[in-house]
C-alpha cells in the first residue's frame, strides 16, 4: 500500500511540475492580456485546469487534483516568486474546485460529462469570484457577460485537451497499474443484484417439508 502510494504521489508530481511549466508561460501571456484587454482574460484561464484535469482522467482517484495543482502552483511560482500567492492560490483554488462535482459521486464516477461539468461549475464560480474581486463596475454589463463566459468556456476547452493527454499517456503505458475504473457504481450495485437474485430464487424454509407430510396425510 505505501508503495502503490508513493507511485501515485510521484505520478502526481510528475504531472504537476509539467503543469508548473506550462503556468509560468501562461502568466506571462495573461500578464500581456490583462495590459491589452483586460476583458479577454478568461481565456487563458483554463491552462490552470490542465494538471487537475491530466491527473483525474488518468488516475481516477481522490485527491489528485488537488496534489497537481498544488505542485504545478508551486513551481510557477518558484520560477516566477512574484507572483507566489497568485500561482498558489490559483492552483489551490482550481484544485479544490475540480474535486468537488467528483466528490458527489465519492469518486465513483469519471464519466467525461462529469469532467465537463466540472469545468463549467469551476469557471463559473472562478470567474464569478474574480470579476466580484475586480469590482462588478470595472466592466460594462456586455463585458462583463464576455468576462464570464471565457472564463466559462475556457476550462471546458482546455478540459477537452487535458483528457486527450491523458488518453495519449494511458496508452503510453503511464499509470495503468494505479488507474481505477471509469464507473466504479457498477460494481458495487451488481453485487447486490445479485444477491437480491439469488434470495429470491431460493426455496422457503420448511415449505417442501410442510408440503410432504399434508400429501401423505390425504
Not at 492580456?33 to 476583458?39: D, E, G, M, R
Not at 463585458?143 to 471546458?156: E, G, R
Request: include cysteine; charged fraction near 10%.
Amino acid at each position: 500500500m505505501n508503495r502503490l502510494s508513493t507511485r501515485l504521489l510521484l505520478t502526481c508530481a510528475a504531472i504537476g511540475v509539467g503543469g508548473g511549466l506550462v503556468f509560468v508561460v501562461s502568466g506571462y501571456v495573461g500578464g500581456a492580456i490583462s495590459a491589452t484587454a483586460p476583458v479577454l482574460y478568461g481565456i487563458i484561464i483554463g491552462v490552470y485546469f490542465l494538471p487537475g484535469v491530466v491527473s483525474q482522467a488518468l488516475l481516477r482517484r481522490a485527491g489528485v487534483a488537488l496534489i497537481t495543482g498544488v505542485t504545478a502552483g508551486l513551481v510557477s511560482a518558484a520560477f516566477s516568486p512574484q507572483w507566489f500567492f497568485r500561482y498558489f492560490g490559483t492552483g489551490l483554488a482550481i484544485g479544490l474546485l475540480q474535486e468537488l462535482p467528483f466528490a458527489v459521486t465519492r469518486f465513483r464516477n469519471w464519466k467525461p460529462w462529469v469532467f465537463y461539468l466540472a469545468a463549467g461549475i469551476a469557471g463559473l464560480v472562478f470567474g464569478g469570484s474574480v470579476l466580484i474581486v475586480l469590482g462588478i463596475n470595472h466592466f460594462a454589463p456586455a463585458a462583463q457577460i464576455v468576462y464570464i463566459a471565457l472564463f466559462v468556456l475556457s476550462p471546458i476547452a482546455f478540459t477537452a485537451i487535458g483528457r486527450g493527454v491523458a488518453a495519449a499517456l494511458g496508452r503510453a503505458g503511464v499509470g495503468r497499474s494505479l488507474s481505477l475504473p471509469v464507473d466504479r457504481r457498477r460494481a458495487t450495485t451488481a453485487p447486490t443484484a445479485a444477491a437480491a437474485g439469488s434470495a429470491a430464487s431460493a426455496p422457503q424454509a420448511g415449505s417442501t417439508d410442510d408440503a410432504s407430510p399434508a400429501a401423505g396425510a390425504r
